[in-house]
């Protein structure tokens, strides 16, 4: 596995053809597109990495895997009345098909969806507290007490994010949202600000994972069913795209990470800040692609 | 495994709430909505069956799976330049995104998409040869050689297919259609005319499994690719919910039968003429979903 | 004059099919859907009226007609680049077409134009001193220094309009809103809470009818061209329906007033706070249909 | 009058910036785009021209206003229960809306609403029945019995009209089509395929211009209501750009023709086959708001 993560790593980390980094968030503009990064954490409690896996990165809607878990966690299937659970087709901020809908957003992967999950884990909480948990759902996961939020990540974040602050009113206006629209989206641009290299985020993905040795935060049921909404919705409107690639649940973040696993076997996390023309990382997704061709660990093997 | 039938004809087979059978193509209208059958065929060389599942119904929008096959199998990649990879998230006959994007459809199993498919195996081949390739290919898959199409549906829905008909200009005027029209609306019709019992069903789809014994009629990698299609874009814009219930890829056609399959285990079919708010079986829906409870089949496992 | 208005008065003045006043607004939603007012200034000077036409009410958005005048006195043609001059063909405040459009609003007259327009005459004023211009404009065209805004009608949209505070966040987000989002929010709110009774209304729309006595606020040519908007987009999706069954330029407003007027000749307000479909007055319209069946005041007569 | 057209003639006839010809339609592209017309007939029974202003054209969708008139003449407003009043928003053969809204188009202006009126005046008559009395209608309201059909153009346009077979067969999945779809498509196309110069469109247009020796062939209420439809469906999705520059109801064609009039005193036909952004005749507006602009013919003024 390391001299395949080493392959990957020649192969990918000097490709000239890295995709752009995301601008939209100053400080993110700022991130040198060179870095590669590529951590594997297997069933057997082995960790692997190649390249730049040990360089701090912005998680940003990685996070919302997460959030998602401790949404489920609060309020159960009755998130389902909030948010939906099929794929948009359309891209990560958009508001389109939340008008066509009630304010019900399609599913809790896109901006609008994930903001409900913020919302739900929020509840009557201070995003202090709320955050906390997020925090230590995700120090357990990882087993690492280090992972923290970067506050000038979130503070960019908060301070120009129009498009999100625009889905939250949007859903307010609907009454989809029910703490006030700064609290949420207070919470979710730190939420999004959690920063990790992909050693940690890798060790944090194992909760996806079946396996004798790995940590058990949710059910084997919602597990399944968190995977498959990571397949079918985990990539925006270049969903279908990875599953046909890489044959994974995968969830990707602008800040060029991408968190996915091999039900039974692995947890990937690979680190590219380019990004293709859906928003996620262009050579992270070649990567899990390399990854999954040589280990056929396509869930459709 | 016969007894696991048994008890979901038994749990299933009587529901009060079955959703309703598909009324637009007149001759589909006229099925008794009480049919439940199911089969199962696995990967050691068994079928098993409960309820109906010797009884003939039209596959309908199930035989845009072996026509994809065998689309692929005539042009290769080449297809996806004419037809996208993504979920659309609208009906299975909208002409929404058609719109937007100039005319490529946005999945080869929405019918904009499948009718990009047919045109494509029908390439410049009259209709009669292009169908006798398909029924080749099916016969070949289920190892029978008694398939058929059923001309009285064909022509049903030749008859009464403005919307395909309108999703078939729409696309000519892209220049996304190669032959003529109403060739291609010809051939799609009795396409989708195809007939099959769910044992046949579900020995046809052996070729998506992976397994010794099972028909090598595609290659290992586009058969997890179409997997990856199938899981994503198999239900329309129920495709999400499918795959969050059920865990499986698989493909549902408005005459109320699904073709699904575990990867590496078995090919499942069933049948239930009544549709849910999608247009996919609503019983046959309910039915995967306890048959992958109960044997942990999911992908996702 | 006096005797054909007391006539529409009479005939629809106490019909009970009269539409459903705004909820959205809660100040809004307590007036009493009984009201029925009346007026016409004409261009000799004289102002007759029936019904409750010294009641004051909330202008809401006929304001936007002052406020694309107060724009455009600014700005001049440059408005156009950042506001479209076509119907929308949506209600009065989708986000659709926003999105396809990269942040320019189709006209000036659905909330998300009318929000540009404000940001315009606000530039880099205060609220107050951009409120007091509206004010100076409105009191001057009606010859009328009492005209004022209400505070708790504006108090009452600033704490609950979350869907106008989604399009201004959204407007900024494509950078189309240059002064901060809680400043242009809190002046629109306050522009759209000012009140006249129908008598101020239309001696307010003066201005916008030639003739020799009338005010002259505006130059000729944007007389005509602000008129010709009325026509095409005054009434929100509505607007066909108004100019197909009025023939004259006008603009609604959700508190149930409508402005319109006959070139050369009269300016009209009618006050009937039961809304129709497209979120007009529905005894506004059809008051405003007869009248001009009986004077023939259409412009395509 | 006589040099006021002159002066637009040597305005614009030369004007390098012509627009594009329409190539959809294989006759139509082989128009001269040098070509510029224009003709203004008068409420006291004069003609003016300028130009090529007795050079045939195709007069293709200014036809619809024909169509309008007979398929009011036919049945009234019952038409209004299968075609509204309102403009699209959308390209003159845009299909989204359609979809959202149950097969019932925006207007009768656009593609989808003009098969629609021309179903509804062919009704249970033959295409050369219902062909006849379009042409009767036509020159009577021209008092030229010369106007005839260009059968070149009618057979390019049923050769290649996807996008009109697409929408008709769209119709005709909701039950909004009567006639059998070829039927509508060979009656639309031959419409479209009227031949006139602007003489003899200036002249045809006289019925909607209210004077003593105007030809009367349908009501005053339905010459208003169809000038209002002008006014704000008559250009596509630049109608209210038109309204705001012109000032007057109007129909263009692909052609490169426009019919504009000002009630009470003049029906107007230009002709340069360059088109703008939108479909409609470039320097045909322009020579539009330049005659108005001279003239004070706007409707608003």
Redesign the interface.
Known sequence: MKDLLDQIHTALGGSPDRGNVATYIPELAKVDPGHFGIAVATVDGQVFTAGHADVLFSIQSVSKVFALALALGKVGDALWKRV???????SFN??????RENGIP??PFINAGALVATDTYLGESSPREALGQLLRFIRSAADDDTIHINDEVAASEVATC??N??????L??FGNLHAE?EKVIGTYSHQCAVEMNCRQLALAGRFLI?GPGMPRLIS?ER???M???M???GHY?????F??RA?L?GKSGVGGGILAFA??RASIAVWSPGLNEYGNSKLGTEAIELLVRETGW????
């Open positions: 939906g659970r099929e794929p948009s087709g359309l958009s508001l389109l098909l939340l008008e399609r599913n129009h498009r602050r625009a889905l939250a009113h949007y307010a206006s629209v079946n084997s597990r399944r069913r995977a498959a909404l397949m079918t919705c409107d270049g969903s279908g795209d599953a046909f044959g649940p039900p039974g396509s869930v459709f093997a």
